[in-house]
């Protein structure tokens, strides 16, 4: 089983600001099968990037995902309100399918 | 445009099967190179893949679950079920039912229903 270690926990920042959220793979995730979803309070997850660098359909351009092999990277450019919510990491690389634990995006 | 909707009872006792129906909208589940997927996340906590089913009717579990579920197909509905046996109250949590799409990740989501597990 492939774990997806995220970090940071919880990330305080303001809007305006720039976020940066990591997420490591205990194993190579390869041909980037990893995608970042968001999650507000009550809501299902909404996707955000697959194939680690893909926007979905509808995703404004200020969410990107980089990364390769063992490490990825979800930035958000510029921080909006409706940004601050947790974020989760997840590879369909290998069976069973696995998420990150998530990272907490919180208004500073 | 694609909607799922879960439907089942909220509350279901220790030990019986908790049963929960998906039907589709928008879509097929018989069409294109989809895997119909359940996912769970306790509250407060992370999410959890329960398993999946492709349109082909091939399943994949997860193995901390595998002995106790089952995921099933129905095309004639548009919509696919799930059965967990032998509930426990760590069962409990908010279930989703998901579409994984070709390229792999989980595009539409369910709003997802919350069972409980107790006496």
């Known amino acids: 089983e492939i774990v997806l270690t995220q970090s940071p926990g919880t990330l305080s920042l303001s809007p305006g600001e720039r976020a940066t959220l990591s997420c490591r793979a205990s194993?190579?995730?390869?041909?980037?099968?990893l995608g970042w979803y968001q999650q507000k309070p009550g809501q299902a997850p909404r996707l955000l990037i697959y194939?680690?660098?893909s926007r979905a359909t509808g995703i404004p351009d200020r969410f990107s995902g980089s990364g390769s092999g063992t490490d990825f990277t979800l930035t958000i450019s510029r921080l909006e309100p409706e940004d601050f919510a947790v974020y989760y990491c997840?590879?369909?690389?290998?069976?069973?399918?696995?998420f990150g634990q998530g990272t907490k995006l919180e208004i500073k | 445009q694609v909607q799922l909707q879960e439907s089942g009872p909220g509350l279901v006792k220790p030990s019986q099967t908790l049963s929960l129906t998906c039907t589709v909208s928008?879509?097929?589940?018989?069409?294109?190179?989809?895997?119909w997927t359940w996912i769970r996340q306790p509250a407060g906590k992370g999410l959890e893949w329960i398993g999946r089913?492709?349109?082909?009717?091939?399943?994949d579990y997860n193995p901390s679950l595998k002995s106790r579920v089952t995921i099933s197909l129905d095309t004639s509905k548009d919509q696919f079920s799930l059965k967990l046996s032998s509930v426990t109250a760590a069962d409990t949590a908010v279930y989703y039912c998901?579409?994984?799409?070709?390229?792999?990740?989980?595009?539409?989501w369910g709003q997802g229903t919350l069972v409980t597990v107790s006496s």
């Open positions: 194993q190579s995730v390869s041909s980037g099968y």
């Open positions: 089913i492709y349109t082909s009717g091939s399943t």
């Open positions: 928008g879509d097929s589940v018989n069409s294109g190179s989809y895997y």
């Open positions: 194939g680690a660098s």
């Open positions: 997840q590879q369909y690389i290998n069976s069973p399918l696995t």
């Open positions: 998901t579409r994984r799409a070709p390229w792999g990740a989980f595009d539409y």
